[in-house]
């Protein structure tokens, strides 16, 4: 259970007070505000605060095209021929500000994504709780033998075992050594900023993280994607069901552009456009690379 | 009058049907919201949207220090900590989203603050109207003659009155000539993406313009500083005239250690320091640069 | 001629004195360096400084994939997998720094593109040149009558005598009066940051723009692409061409996969998976808007 | 030492071969090229590229101010003008990229500062080498009393014996057991991505870093300060060092602005006015917290 009875109590305390507003409110997102969605064996994702909806999008479209617009009717439309045309900036009117507790390997990754806003919890300042990714089994996948960054099968009965065995009682005994340090039972105790760095990055920290609208959509179609690595994808699978419910048709039009999209090559163009007329085109004469050629199959067979 | 009847009833519409939130709200904020201030002859700024409040940057802070931080008693203490020691990331988990209405040459210095979000109104998609910013009298500033970048003093009766008089004169002729460039009657009409280059600087153009608290701080200091453009500092000043309802405690952590303070050099630190005992310290003695003694003097005496 | 007989012997100066260095060199880019190309009628572009090559993006590269990325045999095929996996972060290794001379309508929206380093010409501080943007015969485009973006046909006669015949005589007025402004003859003279806003959009300024070679490709993608405005493409593909002096092989990859590719909605990969297998998909059944399908018919017929 | 027999080859090979270019070259940089600097026990610090020096911060800034400049004569003037009024455009036109070695958390500081451009070592993509921060003797300090953020007192023979000893015996244990997770001897072998989380944050690992001259002095300012934690701030004076040589008038400014600058408050600058005109000013009259009163008597006593 990634939270403590105090915790779920102030989550019921800051839901059961709505107050008025005279801004643009999703009910989508009120629905979801504040409650933890369970991600991973101990960490969690929550909505602390959100700005605009989709109307807010079209306004801010409006803005830029002024009294030309008029003539696409219709907020969807819109919201479409935007993301289409890689409009970004009305997807920036709005933002989103979660907060998140992960594993260090994965905040390491997710911190990459520069156009955020972050405070995160201080080991500097403050001690880590106990609390350690220990995988499911059926995510004890062996290192992929065609790809240097991805997973092979899940690893079988004795060598799982093991693997479990040594993250467990490894994360246990560095938790314990972490502790024996800091103690002031009969000593100073080490630095917290000295401490710290004993302990295994699968140790969960967390913090705030804000970001606008388009800034989170790239986050998502790189985490969200297949290729993305599954610690970080359950995090954003989770997220994107949010927005989902924040920004019904900004989502849509996303998932249809971008999540479900692909981006073609000149020479996949013209590859695609060879077989239209009929052509056999094969890996010698498509101009494309060997791994250029295993992708291009993938999506068109 | 820089809105229209139109827009007075749109805006009285959206003030006067509150809806429910779980949100942090900020009430100095909510009294704000889509009210048009005026600023210079035809333009304005008026809230949009806010996230956050002065509790919302607490706890972002909170998040950090974690448990640490239980020795700072009250959110005012924090701030101020925050603020005085540059902790920035607290306050950019606050967001505020502004319509202005400005001169494109105000636009072009304010454009220059990066991190920001804007969506401007298109004169390649949509025809600009003809409202032009035409300086107050007491605004008709001569060059200075000591800064480069400065004004002096007003000018008076009859050269104030010739350049009131070519203003006035050139606004009118180029929006004259803009319409019978983009005008269809009887020919093609200009293309409005072109027709637009023959508009003067101090034509109004429009925008959503957003940003979080602490990249907004950095706009005041500078734009609300009394070297700043007089034309620029009063939309700044309006603008913190907002902030100060939003967020109270933060805003004026600001004002004392931002907006009132000054930075000393190691220079100006010695300086200080021999004064302090008794030393009298001349431009000579101090090892500063003509400007530097200048600027120092200005604030020690 | 954009550039004075001292401008020239200065550039010459700077290109007669060659220096050793360590660093990574691009011959393509060498020969480049400091000359200025011919932009518009007054405007030009010129390389001031890099950083980087193809070397640099590939060493970048196997910094991060370590070991690992032996397989990828040559420096060609990993930049092609760089550009094809959207890994952007090796091409932010390479930096450009430009000169260029530039129209104010252009710079507006130039500078929208944020992630990159601006020193501009100041008006506040200092007189702009009697230079105006006139648009040759053939660029004097009538708005299109489908695309509220766009331009039609190129007017004819006396529309276009008309239109030049204006736009010439509109400047040269515009900074005559600036001048009277200004003149401190028998008077003070207006400060130059008010006199300043009397000028057209059309004037020219300049500025020293710094970018990576990530944020430049993505600039190019919107601003060499044939539905950006005329005046920006022309900046662009002049900068297009220094690219591909420098980084020959980046480039050729960006070719491929940016500038000559297009991006599928899943809407889109669906109408091309069903006429592959023979069917025939008409608007009606592609499920795509109009606008779509228009774009959609473009490439595809 | 921190660098392989075949690493100190590639760097004198590197610098074996000048070449030619008609760029801005820095003498005090030419000599710092690829050369590894040893910081901690087995990080370091190397330039890979820059790009300008002084005078091209010079000559930006005299773009932006046209013939208005000319009259701060020198160079050294104006680049202290700049640093003094916050002109910050200028500094951005330099660029440094470095290759550094680093311990995870140091890392994890290092990438909150997001205006950089970083490839960082892919424990996803390969193996991680054996190599871990141990803290030097000296440098085992007890938690502070005072200062939640900081160190006490130096630990004294058996307790700072047992942190070492359980320092080293885990790094050494952890490393142990991602080898025999990742191993493929008899067993398929634990994916790379997943095996990671086990290693403990002191292990080093390593990453190009890109960053323009503001924020690297932003950088320097926060990180080479006596606040900052020790593992760190040995990287910022390293870094500092070669800064020094880089670009010497930029960094005399910054030294004497910055780094050996104060920023007082409103309530600051009254009591030291107070004092100037003799006044007694007690932490109760000067208006200002415990922890600010503090602070001001560590600068003026």
Same mark, same amino acid.
């Given at each position: 259970?990634?939270?403590?009875?105090?915790?779920?109590?102030?989550?019921?305390?800051?839901?059961?007070?709505?107050?008025?507003?005279?801004?643009?409110?999703?009910?989508?997102?009120?629905?979801?505000?504040?409650?933890?969605?369970?991600?991973?064996?101990?960490?969690?994702?929550?909505?602390?605060?959100?700005?605009?909806?989709?109307?807010?999008?079209?306004?801010?479209?409006?803005?830029?095209?002024?009294?030309?617009?008029?003539?696409?009717?219709?907020?969807?439309?819109?919201?479409?021929?935007?993301?289409?045309?890689?409009?970004?900036?009305?997807?920036?009117?709005?933002?989103?500000?979660?907060?998140?507790?992960?594993?260090?390997?994965?905040?390491?990754?997710?911190?990459?994504?520069?156009?955020?806003?972050?405070?995160?919890?201080?080991?500097?300042?403050?001690?880590?709780?106990?609390?350690?990714?220990?995988?499911?089994?059926?995510?004890?996948?062996?290192?992929?033998?065609?790809?240097?960054?991805?997973?092979?099968?899940?690893?079988?009965?004795?060598?799982?075992?093991?693997?479990?065995?040594?993250?467990?009682?490894?994360?246990?005994?560095?938790?314990?050594?972490?502790?024996?340090?800091?103690?002031?039972?009969?000593?100073?105790?080490?630095?917290?900023?000295?401490?710290?760095?004993?302990?295994?990055?699968?140790?969960?920290?967390? $913090?705030?993280?804000?970001?606008?609208?388009?800034?989170?959509?790239?986050?998502?179609?790189?985490?969200?994607?297949?290729?993305?690595?599954?610690?970080?994808?359950?995090?954003?699978?989770?997220?994107?069901?949010?927005?989902?419910?924040?920004?019904?048709?900004?989502?849509?039009?996303?998932?249809?552009?971008?999540?479900?999209?692909?981006?073609?090559?000149?020479?996949?163009?013209?590859?695609?456009?060879?077989?239209?007329?009929?052509?056999?085109?094969?890996?010698?004469?498509?101009?494309?690379?060997?791994?250029?050629?295993?992708?291009?199959?993938?999506? $068109?067979?």
């Amino acid at each position: 259970m990634p939270l403590t009875p105090d915790q779920l109590a102030e989550i019921e305390a800051a839901r059961a007070t709505p107050r008025l507003t005279l801004r643009a409110v999703s009910e989508g997102m009120e629905a979801e505000l504040y409650r933890a969605h369970p991600v991973l064996d101990h960490g969690f994702v929550r909505v602390i605060d959100y700005m605009g909806d989709d109307a807010a999008i079209v306004q801010a479209a409006r803005v830029s095209y002024g009294a030309g617009t008029k003539h696409v009717s219709n907020d969807e439309g819109l919201i479409r021929y935007l993301m289409r045309h890689w409009h970004s900036t009305p997807f920036e009117m709005c933002e989103l500000k979660l907060h998140v507790k992960l594993p260090v390997f994965v905040a390491r990754q997710w911190i990459r994504h520069r156009t955020a806003n972050v405070n995160e919890y201080s080991a500097r300042y403050s001690i880590l709780d106990r609390e350690f990714y220990i995988p499911a089994p059926e995510q004890l996948a062996a290192q992929s033998t065609v790809n240097n960054q991805g997973r092979g099968a899940v690893l079988a009965g004795e060598e799982a075992a093991r693997v479990l065995a040594l993250l467990k009682s490894d994360a246990g005994q560095m938790y314990d050594h972490y502790e024996a340090m800091l103690s002031t039972e009969g000593q100073q105790g080490l630095a917290r900023e000295l401490a710290r760095m004993n302990l295994p990055m699968n140790i969960y920290t967390q $913090w705030y993280w804000k970001v606008d609208l388009h800034n989170l959509f790239h986050f998502l179609r790189l985490r969200a994607d297949a290729h993305a690595q599954y610690e970080i994808r359950v995090y954003a699978d989770c997220i994107a069901r949010m927005v989902a419910a924040w920004v019904p048709l900004a989502f849509r039009a996303f998932e249809d552009y971008r999540m479900g999209g692909v981006t073609l090559s000149s020479k996949a163009i013209d590859c695609l456009k060879r077989r239209l007329k009929g052509e056999v085109v094969t890996a010698e004469t498509s101009g494309m690379s060997k791994g250029e050629w295993r992708e291009f199959c993938e999506v $068109w067979g």
